[in-house]
């Protein structure tokens, strides 16, 4: 089935590290992305990986995929309060390229 | 210069009227793709076209019919514009279908009174 998670909300204090999680269904998943949505705008990449990698790095965000439990995190370290947005996970499923999005993360930063 | 560009930004319409939304991409990929996303931000997909050619269609009523005079534009249609029809719909466009990276248009906002 097509499905992933995520939780609704998320709020941390600037300077801190935010980690936002993400489970989905289909093991046959070749690419799993993040992307970030601020409000009234559209949708950015911030980041992607491969589903034979466990671990990616990019600056401050970190990708972690534990296939075994389908769950996918992204860690946000020393987050800014230009950071406060919409977080979606999504999945590539392996269907003509159709992307299942989580219901996306609101990231809130307090000063 | 924009990747992904659709137009208008905006659309506010009447019940039962047709409209038109359209997109454009200029990084030379040869899928695109439609996702509506709702009030709750929720988003699916509801067209992907490669080459011109259908290849997702996504239980969207017929009211809805996507248009690729080119591999650059993909068009969206909506006959007969109903409330539940408002959302922000948003274009987008990858190189290939599954492995590739997909690139998000700035989205068109439509509101149906």
């Known amino acids: 089935g097509e499905d992933v998670e995520q939780s609704l909300f998320l709020s941390v204090r600037e300077g801190d590290s935010s980690v936002i999680n993400c489970t989905y269904t289909d093991s046959s998943s070749t690419y799993l992305y993040w992307y970030k949505q601020e409000p009234g705008a559209g949708l950015q990449l911030l980041t992607y990986?491969?589903?034979?990698?466990d671990m990616k790095q990019d600056q401050r965000l970190t990708v972690l995929l534990n296939k075994k439990d389908k769950h996918l995190s992204l860690r946000i370290a020393d987050t800014q309060t230009g950071d406060s947005a919409i977080y979606f996970c999504a999945e590539a499923y392996n269907q003509g390229g159709k992307l299942i999005f989580g219901q996306g993360t609101e990231l809130s930063v307090k000063p | 210069d924009t990747a992904v560009s659709q137009t208008p930004k905006y659309l506010v319409t009447q019940m039962g009227n047709d409209k038109s939304i359209k997109c454009e991409q200029n990084l030379g990929h040869d899928t695109m793709y439609w996702y509506k996303q709702d009030s709750k931000k929720f988003l699916k997909i509801m067209f992907s076209?490669?080459?011109?050619?259908?290849?997702i269609n996504e239980t969207v009523p017929n009211r809805f019919s996507p248009k690729s005079p080119d591999k650059a534009h993909l068009n969206l249609h909506i006959n007969s514009l109903e409330l539940g029809d408002s959302a922000v719909y948003f274009c987008?466009?990858?190189?290939?279908?599954?492995?590739?990276?997909?690139?998000f248009g700035p989205g068109t906002r439509l509101t149906v009174l």
């Open positions: 076209y490669n080459n011109k050619e259908l290849i």
């Open positions: 990986i491969f589903s034979n990698m």
């Open positions: 987008a466009s990858s190189q290939e279908t599954i492995t590739d990276t997909q690139y």
